[in-house]
Nanobody, 125 residues
Framework: QVQLVESGGGLVQAGDSLRLSCVAP????????MGWFRQAPGKERDFVAAIRWNGISTYYANSVKGRFTISRDNAKDTVYLQMNSLKPEDTAVYYC??????????????????WGQGTQVTVSS
């Protein structure tokens, strides 16, 4: 059974950094593109970042470009999201997702097959 388990969320102040992790036991990890999405209260789930299976190609939402970095360690079946210069508008539940390799570009959640339960990130002003 495929599980995606996120960790690393928390309460921070504006300008701080956090690193989220998502481990995927049971998944043939290197065969999948991995993505991060987020959902704020009362809003739709939005794309944040994605990375291709080889870790070379990445894609970001404009709102996080230059502040967030996605990376992966295929040996550890883990994807990371380094979040710097956090803003209150980054407050949301962050989800990792796994999809076919072509899912890495475009940010379409419908192209992702597996989802984690989410981790809360709260940024105070």
């Amino acid at each position: 059974q495929v599980q995606l388990v996120e960790s690393g969320g928390g309460l921070v102040q504006a300008g701080d950094s956090l690193r989220l992790s998502c481990v995927a036991p049971g998944l043939t990890f290197r065969g999948y593109a991995m993505g991060w999405f987020r959902q704020a209260p009362g809003k739709e789930r939005d794309f944040v970042a994605a990375i291709r299976w080889n870790g070379i190609s990445t894609y970001y939402a404009n709102s996080v470009k230059g502040r967030f970095t996605i990376s992966r360690d295929n040996a550890k079946d883990t994807v990371y999201l380094q979040m710097n210069s956090l803003k209150p508008e980054d407050t949301a539940v962050y989800y990792c997702a796994a999809g076919s390799d072509s899912a890495w570009y475009g940010g379409d959640p419908a192209r992702y097959n597996y989802w984690g339960q989410g981790t809360q990130v709260t940024v105070s002003s």
